[in-house]
T-cell receptor
Framework: DAKTTQPPSMDCAEGRAANLPCNHS???????VYWYRQIHSQGPQYIIH???NNETNEMASLIITEDRKSSTLILPHATLRDTAVYYC????????????FGAGTQVVVTP | DAGVTQSPTHLIKTRGQQVTLRCSPI?????VSWYQQVLGQGPQFIFQ???????GRGNFPDRFSARQFPNYSSELNVNALLLGDSALYLC????????????FGPGTRLLVL
């Protein structure tokens, strides 16, 4: 699976959009981009995933660049409960459940 | 609906002992994966089981073993505990065998003294 690079931390004001970047320059054509987050003392939570088209669900939007070398997770209206470590993961669909977590981005939403 | 449940929540063991951790997946989920999360790091993949068969194994020593039961619950066993085994052990279940969208439990925090 391709490796990902994320900033170690970022702050966001409550009510504003949070834009979380992720670089995955060695991504292969059959690899998806997944985002999970982990709130303190809890297990990771699935957010969203995509291959090449932009995706949106009730939690977030995922924007993948045309060359697929990077992506951005957008939390449209950050709340204090969105404070968490966010992980960007690249994986192929038949990797039998293996998620390779990196260090992630610690996002702190402030009032 | 109940999410993924794990037991116990906390555990203290001494070096050389053996430990068994338990996981119950979401109803209907046939895939269970285990992860180890050391403080300050992201989770590291240990095993995946689907339909009672091991489908994937991470880079962990043979001291780590697991199994899945007919009701799809799972146990993770760790023998000859080392201090470095102190971590949060997470279980995740998914509906599909590829484990595309995994649902994690709260974890078992193991401390080895």
């Amino acid at each position: 699976d391709a490796k990902t690079t994320q900033p170690p931390s970022m702050d966001c004001a409550e009510g504003r959009a949070a834009n979380l970047p992720c670089n995955h320059s060695t991504i292969s054509g059959n690899e998806y981009v997944y985002w999970y987050r982990q709130i303190h003392s809890q297990g990771p939570q699935y957010i969203i995933h995509g291959l090449k088209n932009n995706e949106t669900n009730e939690m977030a939007s995922l924007i993948i660049t045309e060359d697929r070398k990077s992506s951005t997770l957008i939390l449209p209206h950050a709340t204090l409960r969105d404070t968490a470590v966010y992980y960007c993961i690249v994986r192929i669909t038949d990797s039998w459940g293996k998620l390779q977590f990196g260090a992630g981005t610690q996002v702190v939403v402030t009032p | 609906d109940a999410g993924v449940t794990q037991s116990p929540t906390h555990l203290i063991k001494t070096r050389g002992q053996q430990v068994t951790l338990r996981c119950s997946p979401i109803s209907g989920h046939k895939s269970v994966s285990w992860y180890q999360q050391v403080l300050g790091q992201g989770p590291q993949f240990i095993f995946q089981y689907y339909e009672k068969e091991e489908r994937g194994r991470g880079n962990f020593p043979d001291r780590f073993s697991a199994r899945q039961f007919p009701n799809y619950s799972s146990e993770l066993n760790v023998n000859a505990l080392l201090l470095g085994d102190s971590a949060l052990y997470l279980c995740a279940s998914s509906l599909d065998p590829e484990g595309a969208s995994q649902y994690f439990g709260p974890g078992t925090r193991l401390l080895v003294l």
